[in-house]
């Protein structure tokens, strides 16, 4: 009896010697403060938002500042403040994109050092092509593109094609552009378009993109004309054009009046762009009713004038703006009606028709790199056709 018992208790602690051990539980003792950049707002500010001191946060954002230009910061950048139980900030970590992440640690004296860890991605190339139903814009989405295509399109073409107006219902594109994926094949994001096509009634060109030995990627045709011109077909996204150059019956007094630009309606507050490469000569109040206004002057003797802004962008009088840069905000300031921005376009001091500018093109392909450009053509012209996807192609730009 006694060696049956002994047995059973041999067995019972033979069991339990071999049942699994429960893993002990890690408990992460930092605490974790995540947050993004919202419209108009500075790093330095969002984590004041968070409560973290003054002292700290200016100490943490130069140091950052060193390894990542804030001035480039966009709404939604994200950001992890890391601290340690006695609300000591351990790291910080900014996050522009998917790909790259920006390390401020705090090491064993106390003391920061900067870090940066990038996401190591794949390209695949891949074609995308549609037919405009209602905009372009739904059609990239119809076609399985997303926004950043959309508006990459968009900047190709914008010096011949007006998006908001100009597209018709038929109109035929296809784009091979770049996206990066992860090592496991996960999208990360949308990278350069290399060519694209747009066909519509009167206007079938390809646009081939081209870094030359300078380090400047530009977009040029066949024959290596460039397609960037010296003027923007318009200064902003607007919903549509309210006014048009020439005689009209003004909206406020009523009486027929030579208008010397074009109106474009937008909502409150859309960036208004400098059309060309230029020099600020005028921001402020204009007293010919066109509110808060500027004036920049270009080469060749062209000026331009955006009137009834809300509020200027960061250039002064004497500053040096290139195209695209924001000059100010869609506003309704000065005699107005309603939400629009008057543009403008004067030449040796007489206005001109903006939608009638004869534009001209930006230099071509230097005859020294013709070769090279028409070697990446003939390879851009093998990918660009219906459903094509490589993954890891070989280099077929200057850059890559």
């Known amino acids: 009896m006694n060696r049956l018992i002994f047995m059973l208790l041999a067995a019972v602690i033979l069991l339990f010697s071999c049942s699994p051990k429960e893993e002990p539980v890690e408990i992460d003792p930092y605490i974790y403060k995540r947050g993004a950049l919202e419209e108009g707002e500075i790093l330095a500010n969002a984590l004041k938002e968070e409560g973290i001191d003054n002292v700290v946060v200016y100490k943490l954002v130069n140091k950052l500042d060193s390894i990542y230009n804030l001035r480039r910061s966009h709404p939604a950048d994200s950001f992890v403040?890391?601290?340690?139980?006695?609300?000591?900030?351990?790291?910080?970590?900014?996050?522009?994109?998917?790909?790259?992440?920006?390390?401020?640690?705090?090491?064993?004296?106390?003391?920061?050092?900067?870090?940066?860890?990038?996401?190591?991605?794949?390209?695949?190339?891949?074609?995308?092509?549609?037919?405009?139903?209602?905009?372009?814009?739904?059609?990239?989405?119809?076609?399985?593109?997303?926004?950043?295509?959309?508006?990459?399109?968009?900047q190709i073409f914008q010096w011949d094609i007006d998006f908001f107006i100009d597209p018709q219902k038929g109109d035929h594109f296809i784009m091979l552009y770049e996206e990066y994926v992860s090592e496991n094949g996960d999208f990360v994001k949308t990278g350069d378009i290399l060519a694209a096509e747009y066909i519509t009634k009167g206007y079938n060109k390809i646009a081939y993109r081209f870094t030359t030995k300078d380090g400047f990627s530009k977009?040029?045709?066949?024959?290596?004309?460039?397609?960037?011109?010296?003027?923007?077909?318009?200064?902003?996204?607007?919903?549509?054009?309210?006014?048009?150059?020439?005689?009209?019956?003004?909206?406020?007094t009523k009486k027929v009046s030579t208008h010397n630009g074009v109106d474009y309606a937008a909502a409150y507050g859309t960036p208004v762009e400098a059309t060309a490469d230029g020099t600020v000569i005028y921001a402020a109040w204009h007293p010919n009713h066109t509110g808060n206004t500027v004036k920049i002057r270009h080469t060749n003797g062209y000026e331009t004038l955006y009137g009834h802004l809300s509020k200027y962008g960061?250039?002064?009088?004497?500053?040096?703006?290139?195209?695209?840069?924001?000059?100010?905000?869609?506003?309704?300031?000065?005699?107005?009606?309603?939400?629009?921005?008057?543009?403008?376009?004067?030449?040796?001091?007489?206005?001109?028709?903006?939608?009638?500018?004869?534009?001209?093109?930006?230099?071509?392909?230097?005859?020294?790199?013709?070769p090279d450009f028409e070697v990446v053509v003939d390879k851009m012209k093998t990918y660009?056709?219906?459903?094509?996807?490589?993954?890891?192609?070989?280099?077929?730009?200057?850059?890559?």
């Open 314 to 370: 960061k250039y002064k009088v004497g500053d040096r703006v290139q195209q695209h840069d924001i000059i100010g905000y869609v506003g309704s300031t000065g005699r107005s009606t309603g939400h629009h921005l008057h543009y403008t376009i004067y030449l040796h001091g007489n206005s001109i028709n903006p939608l009638n500018l004869k534009n001209v093109s930006g230099p071509p392909i230097p005859k020294t790199e013709r």
């Open 219 to 252: 977009y040029y045709d066949e024959s290596g004309k460039s397609f960037q011109k010296a003027f923007l077909k318009s200064p902003l996204n607007y919903k549509r054009i309210t006014s048009y150059f020439g005689k009209r019956v003004h909206p406020i």
């Open 81 to 154: 403040v890391k601290l340690d139980t006695l609300n000591v900030i351990r790291e910080l970590k900014y996050m522009p994109d998917k790909i790259h992440s920006y390390r401020v640690i705090m090491d064993t004296t106390y003391e920061y050092f900067t870090q940066i860890d990038t996401l190591k991605t794949n390209i695949e190339l891949k074609t995308i092509e549609g037919e405009i139903d209602t905009s372009l814009w739904q059609a990239v989405l119809d076609s399985r593109g997303n926004p950043a295509l959309a508006m990459l399109f968009t």
């Open 384 to 400: 660009l056709v219906p459903g094509y996807i490589s993954i890891f192609p070989d280099s077929i730009s200057e850059e890559k």
